[in-house]
């Protein structure tokens, strides 16, 4: 064989292997790379999808905790107003003060509830309001009193005192000085229901 015979062979093998390498590459390298693109474009879909959905999660949960804080307020406005006059509470809160405060109450009156008039034709989104005005005499230390009125201010319904009326119950002694006669009006308020 002759020095260019073989060098044509050996270029014809040389043809071939590139060949061969090409074609190995079309049919087998190309499709498990485009197999690999495909993967990788679902990989990364579903992370956006899931990160999406966490958001979403993550926003209803925030809407849930505010809901829930919500109906807390709302539960705490049904016991600053409750809905309807709930006068029994009333007298016992009132009662209850006055007994932890060292206050004797003489007597106890109650008006009838009023309900604040609602301007007509529009449409009602706030529930109209009443009120109740309890008027009543008692007795204890100015001290007392004070706390009393402190409590008053601070308890959870709502109560305001509209007038007050204070008068020594005797004279002499410094225990009969300390003690006095009070007249107090205060309102309450509630939701009409």
């Known amino acids: 064989m002759t020095q260019s015979s073989k060098r044509s062979i050996s270029i014809l093998i ?18 498990a790379y485009g197999e690999l693109m495909n993967t990788k474009g679902e990989l990364a879909s579903t992370q956006s999808f899931l990160t ?4 979403v999660v993550d926003q209803a949960n925030t809407l849930l905790t505010q809901y829930q804080s919500q109906s807390g307020a709302e539960s705490n406005l049904q016991l600053a107003m409750p809905s309807g006059p709930n006068i029994s509470q009333a007298i016992a809160q009132l009662y209850g003060i006055a007994t932890n405060d060292g ?27 009443g009120s109740i005005a309890f ?7 100015y001290e007392n009193f004070k706390n009393f009125l402190n409590d008053l201010e601070s ?7 509209t007038t007050l009326s204070l008068q020594s119950t005797g004279a002499g002694t410094k225990a009969a000085t300390d003690n006095y006669a009070y007249g107090i009006t205060v309102d309450t308020y509630y939701q009409v229901p």
């Open 155 to 161: 308890n959870i319904r709502i109560f305001d005192v």
């Open 103 to 129: 206050i004797t109450v003489q007597s106890i009156g109650i008006s009838p509830p009023v309900v604040q008039p609602q301007s007509a034709g529009a449409k009602q989104i706030v529930k109209p309001m």
């Open 14 to 31: 040389a043809l071939l292997l590139v060949v061969g390498a090409i074609f190995a590459f079309i049919e087998l390298v190309e499709p």
């Open 135 to 141: 008027q009543f005499t008692a007795t204890g230390s």
């Open 52 to 55: 999406t959905e966490q958001k």
